[in-house]
């Protein structure tokens, strides 16, 4: 069984920092790519970065600049780095990471449970 724990939220004055965690734990035979999407309360969930396996980057324009996504793959972990947050960056945000359980597995979608961020004005 594959599980998805994300860790750091709060809440944050605007400006402020904020760093998300995301370890991946169980059995687990290959990380592809990982990301950090969002959610806030009406809307859709929405990309905020992806990071391939290799280290490709991208990033939501409404980010860039500011957010920087890494990831550990010894750790199974992936990061995001907030800085210069914006009370529009309020949002539950997820962590998504495409694996396969084993050598002859398709990869799937896993994602967390969420942590929330709110940014004061």
């Known amino acids: 069984q594959v599980q998805l724990v994300e860790s750091g939220g709060g809440l944050v004055q605007a400006g402020g920092s904020l760093r998300l965690s995301c370890a991946a734990s169980g059995s687990i035979f290959s990380i592809n790519a990982m990301g950090w999407y969002r959610q806030a309360p009406g809307d859709e969930r929405e990309l905020v970065a992806h990071?391939?396996?290799?280290?490709?980057?991208n990033y939501a324009d409404s980010v860039k600049g500011r957010f920087t996504i890494s990831r550990d793959n010894a750790k199974n972990t992936v990061y995001l780095q907030m800085t210069s947050l914006k009370p529009d960056d309020t949002s539950v945000y997820y962590c998504l990471a495409v694996m396969g359980a084993g050598p002859s597995d398709d990869p799937m979608d896993y994602w967390g449970k969420g942590t929330l961020v709110t940014v004061s004005s």
């Open positions: 990071i391939t396996s290799g280290g490709n980057t």
